[in-house]
Nanobody, 115 residues
Framework: QVQLVESGGGLVQPGGSLRLSCVAS????????MGWHRQAPGKQRELVAT???????NYADSVKGRFTISRDNAENTVTLQMNSLNAEDTAVYCC?????????WGQGTQVTGSS
């Protein structure tokens, strides 16, 4: 059974930082492209950042320079370091694993940036 389990969310003051982690099980983690997506109340889900199996990263314009995605294949973990957080970053952040036709999602973790 495939599981993606996120952790690290919480309430953060403006300008603060959080570090999200997603631990995967039931997949050969190293061959999957991984990503973080978020969905704010009343808004569509949006891509935040991705990292391919080869380590190439991509970021939404709104988080470039503030967020960093990384992966540890030995620990089956993908991490999102979030700095300079603000109220607009408030959302449920979900981890995603993709390889060809395979597509898995975690349940998400809440991030709330106070104003």
């Amino acid at each position: 059974q495939v599981q993606l389990v996120e952790s690290g969310g919480g309430l953060v003051q403006p300008g603060g930082s959080l570090r999200l982690s997603c631990v995967a099980s039931g997949i050969i983690f190293s061959v999957f492209d991984m990503g973080w997506h978020r969905q704010a109340p009343g808004k569509q889900r949006e891509l935040v950042a991705t990292i391919t199996s080869g380590g190439t990263t991509n970021y939404a314009d709104s988080v470039k320079g503030r967020f960093t995605i990384s992966r540890d294949n030995a620990e089956n973990t993908v991490t999102l370091q979030m700095n300079s957080l603000n109220a607009e970053d408030t959302a449920v952040y979900c981890c995603r694993a993709v390889r060809r036709a395979l597509n898995y999602w975690g349940q998400g973790t809440q991030v709330t940036g106070s104003s």
